[in-house]
C-alpha cells in the first residue's frame, strides 16, 4: 500500500483536513512558515498548490538554511511558482552570517547576499496588498562584536502602499537617500523599530520619520547617528501610543502630538527633557530615566504645564534622587492622577543637597481622584519611609499605599517578600499598614 508523508496516519489526517474548503486550508497554511507550507504540497494531490494561495508568507526559520544563497534562491523561487495572489501578512528573516572562521569555500559573500534581494521581496509583498510586513534580522541578539553594531538588513525601497496597515522593522538600516516618510502609506497605523538606523547622512537636513496615519509608533534601541549631532525628527501628529528606547545618537525629536494618550519613555544618558512638553496631554505615562539624564528632566519638569489629563503615572529611581522634587511636581500637576506606581530598583546612596532650584515647593494637596499608589523596591531601602511621609504631607493616606518588598536572589533575579504592615516613626501617625501586593513579574 502507497504511503504518503508521515505514513498511513499521515495521509488519513490530510484526508480529514481535505474535506475543509479550499479557503480554510489556505488559512490554516498561512500559520506555517513558507518552506514547511510548501512540502504539504506532498500530502496529496489535492494539497499540491494550496500554499500558493495561502494569505501569509512566511520565511522564518532562517537557521534551516545552510547559508544566505541558499535563502535567497528558496525565496525566489518560491515567488516565481507562486504568482501574485493577495496576502494579509508577509514576514522576511534573514540568515544569519556565520563567524568568517567558520566559512567553508565559496560562502565569503554571504554578508552581502544577505540583503541582496530584500529590497524585490519587499516590492512583492506590497504589489500583493500585504497588510502587514515584518522585517528583521535573524538573530534579536545578532552583534559583530568587533564593531558591537547590529549586522542590519539594509533596506533601500521607499515603502509605499495604500494597504499596509503594519510595519514592524527589526535590525535594518536605511538606505541615505531618502528618509521614512509614509505619505504612501495611508492606512499605516503601527510602525515599530527595533534596533535600525540609518546610513551615515551629513548636513543634508534632519533625518525625517513621517506619517499622517501613524497611531502606535515604538523605536526602541535605535542608533540615528549624525555628524553634526542633530537628532531625528519624528512627524506624527495623530500619534495615540508612544513607545520610546534608549538608543545611540540623539534622542529624536518629535513634533506636535495632540492626540497622543499613553507613552513608555526609557532613557539612559541621552537628555529627552524635551519630551516633556509633548507628553502633557497624555492619559497613561511610564517615564524610566537614568541618573545621567535625570538632570535635564528635573529642570525641564518645573517649565513644564500641567498634565491634566494624565491619570496612571510610572516612575523609576529619577523622581526620589537626590531629592523629592519630580515626585512632588508630578503630584502637584497631574489633577486627574488616579494610578501611581514607583520602581525602585537601585541601592538607595546618599547623595549631596541639591542647589535651590530643586527646593522643596509650598504644601499642595494630591489629586482627589487618586486611588492607589504602589511602591516596588528592594527591601531595607531607606528611601521608603521617607517616601511614605512625603505622601502623608500631600494628603495621600497610608491605606492607599502599597508596598512591595524584593530581595535579590542568588539565581540573579528578583523574588519578593511579603510583609503585612508598615511603620515610620517620624510620620505624625505611629502606624502606616499597606496590604500584600500580588505577585508581579519584577521589571
Not at 495561502?54 to 516565481?80: C, H, M, Q
Not at 497624555?282 to 545621567?292: A, S, V, Y
Amino acid at each position: 500500500m502507497r504511503r504518503g508523508l508521515g505514513g498511513t496516519r499521515g495521509v488519513r489526517g490530510a484526508g480529514r483536513l481535505g474535506a475543509l474548503p479550499d479557503e480554510v486550508l489556505q488559512h490554516v497554511l498561512s500559520f506555517l512558515p513558507s518552506r514547511e507550507a510548501v512540502h504539504t504540497s506532498l500530502l496529496a494531490r489535492r494539497w499540491r498548490h494550496q500554499w500558493k494561495s495561502a494569505p501569509a508568507l512566511r520565511i522564518t526559520g532562517a537557521d534551516s538554511f545552510k547559508s544566505a544563497r541558499e535563502l535567497n534562491d528558496f525565496v525566489n523561487y518560491l515567488i516565481a511558482l507562486r504568482g501574485r495572489p493577495p496576502l494579509h501578512a508577509c514576514e522576511f528573516e534573514a540568515c544569519e552570517v556565520y563567524d568568517y572562521e567558520d566559512y567553508d569555500e565559496g560562502s565569503q559573500d554571504d554578508d552581502g547576499e544577505r540583503s541582496r534581494y530584500t529590497d524585490l521581496w519587499i516590492r512583492y509583498a506590497l504589489s500583493c496588498h500585504a497588510r502587514l510586513l515584518r522585517i528583521r534580522d535573524h538573530d534579536p541578539n545578532n552583534v559583530d562584536p568587533k564593531n558591537e553594531a547590529p549586522l542590519n538588513v539594509l533596506l533601500e525601497t521607499p515603502i509605499s502602499s495604500p494597504h499596509l496597515t503594519t510595519l514592524d522593522l527589526d535590525g535594518v538600516i536605511f538606505s541615505s537617500k531618502y528618509s521614512l516618510d509614509f505619505s504612501s502609506c495611508p492606512n499605516l497605523e503601527t510602525v515599530k523599530m527595533h534596533r535600525c538606523s540609518f546610513s551615515i547622512i551629513c548636513c543634508d537636513g534632519p533625518i525625517k520619520v513621517s506619517s499622517q496615519s501613524v497611531k502606535y509608533l515604538s523605536i526602541t534601541d535605535y542608533n540615528f547617528p549624525r555628524y553634526d549631532k542633530k537628532g531625528a525628527l519624528i512627524s506624527v501628529p495623530n500619534l495615540v501610543y508612544l513607545e520610546l528606547g534608549s538608543g545611540r545618537g540623539k534622542v529624536p525629536t518629535f513634533e506636535c502630538t495632540p492626540s497622543l494618550l499613553a507613552a513608555s519613555i526609557k532613557l539612559d544618558d541621552k537628555d529627552g527633557s524635551f519630551l516633556l512638553e509633548r507628553l502633557s496631554a497624555t492619559i497613561n505615562l511610564e517615564l524610566m530615566i537614568e541618573p545621567q539624564a535625570s538632570a535635564a528632566f528635573r529642570k525641564e519638569l518645573i517649565r513644564c504645564t500641567t498634565f491634566s489629563k494624565l491619570k496612571t503615572l510610572s516612575l523609576d529611581d529619577w523622581c526620589v534622587e537626590p531629592d523629592y522634587s519630580p515626585l512632588l511636581y508630578f503630584l502637584r500637576r497631574s489633577p486627574s492622577l488616579e494610578n501611581l506606581h514607583l520602581r525602585l530598583s537601585k541601592k538607595y546612596k546618599h547623595a549631596e543637597e541639591t542647589d535651590g532650584s530643586y527646593a522643596p515647593i509650598e504644601p499642595f494637596l494630591a489629586s482627589k481622584n487618586l486611588r492607589v499608589v504602589k511602591i516596588k523596591c528592594l527591601a531595607q531601602d531607606e528611601r521608603v519611609p521617607k517616601i511614605v511621609k512625603v505622601l502623608s504631607s500631600c494628603g495621600v493616606t497610608a491605606e492607599l499605599i502599597s508596598i512591595n518588598k524584593r530581595i535579590w536572589s542568588s539565581d540573579r533575579s528578583y523574588s519578593d517578600l511579603e510583609e503585612s504592615n508598615y511603620s515610620h516613626s517620624d510620620s505624625e501617625e505611629s502606624n502606616y499598614s499597606h496590604s500584600d501586593s500580588e505577585q508581579e513579574q519584577s521589571d
